[in-house]
T-cell receptor, first 115, second 110 residues
Framework: KAGVTQTPRYLIKTRGQQVTLSCSPI?????VSWYQQTPGQGLQFLFE???????NKGNFPGRFSGRQFSNSRSEMNVSTLELGDSALYLC??????????????FGPGTRLLVL | SQQGEEDPQALSIQEGENATMNCSYK?????LQWYRQNSGRGLVHLIL?????REKHSGRLRVTLDTSKKSSSLLITASRAADTASYFC??????????FGTGTRLTVIP
């Protein structure tokens, strides 16, 4: 099976712009989670989508949004970019049903630099 | 907080030695997972231990879980230079999201 893919891998934007990141999960996986990783804050959970519905959400402002399509591919959008949004954005997929305890498979990440 | 906290923050050992990393958490959990991250890349799942398990092995990895102390440890035996990475624990409370700590940065010196 192909792994989780994320596009683009690198992105440079300026403050005030918006950005859309894409994640294609492993075939058959219906859950996609997004994480932000920065040197100062570490790895922080953004949100999780399951069958096109946001199932869980972390503590991020409304500028961060996402969606999931019927083929389980997910996109994450950040509007009105700030310098502090510079980070590695990771998505992870799992075959997780309602319960917990399934491995999450991570993509290589999208590195976003906001100037 | 549901977040795991790894200790130490950094660890440097010689190749062939064992490396032990610890994780503490504050809430009741269903499972706890360990992940590895090579510099600036995605995370790789290492092992999952369920709350009713006390110890689990996978190759050179040994994970223990003490739910009474709300702690877990990851032991890597006979370390190799390729084990150099950051290691994260992620307690699970039931929802499909992982709360990672800041990780332990392991350096294995050849």
């Amino acid at each position: 099976k192909a792994g989780v893919t994320q596009t683009p891998r690198y992105l440079i934007k300026t403050r005030g712009q918006q950005v859309t990141l894409s994640c294609s999960p492993i075939s058959g996986h219906r859950s996609v989670s997004w994480y932000q990783q920065t040197p100062g804050q570490g790895l922080q959970f953004l949100f999780e989508y399951f069958s096109e519905t946001q199932r869980n959400k972390g503590n991020f402002p409304g500028r961060f949004s996402g969606r999931q399509f019927s083929n389980s591919r997910s996109e994450m959008n950040v509007s009105t970019l700030e310098l502090g949004d510079s980070a590695l954005y990771l998505c992870a997929s799992s075959s997780r049903p309602e319960g917990a305890g399934e491995t999450q498979y991570f993509g290589p990440g999208t590195r976003l630099l906001v100037l | 907080s549901q977040q795991g906290e790894e200790d130490p923050q950094a660890l440097s050992i010689q190749e062939g030695e064992n490396a032990t990393m610890n994780c503490s958490y504050k809430t009741s959990i269903n499972n706890l997972q360990w992940y590895r991250q090579n510099s600036g890349r995605g995370l790789v799942h290492l092992i999952l231990i369920r709350s009713n398990e006390r110890e689990k092995h996978s190759g050179r990895l040994r994970v223990t879980l003490d739910t009474s102390k709300k702690s877990s440890s990851l032991l890597i035996t006979a370390s190799r230079a390729a084990d150099t990475a950051s290691y994260f624990c992620a307690p699970e409370t039931g929802a499909n999201n992982l709360f990672f700590g800041t990780g332990t940065r392991l350096t294995v010196i050849p």
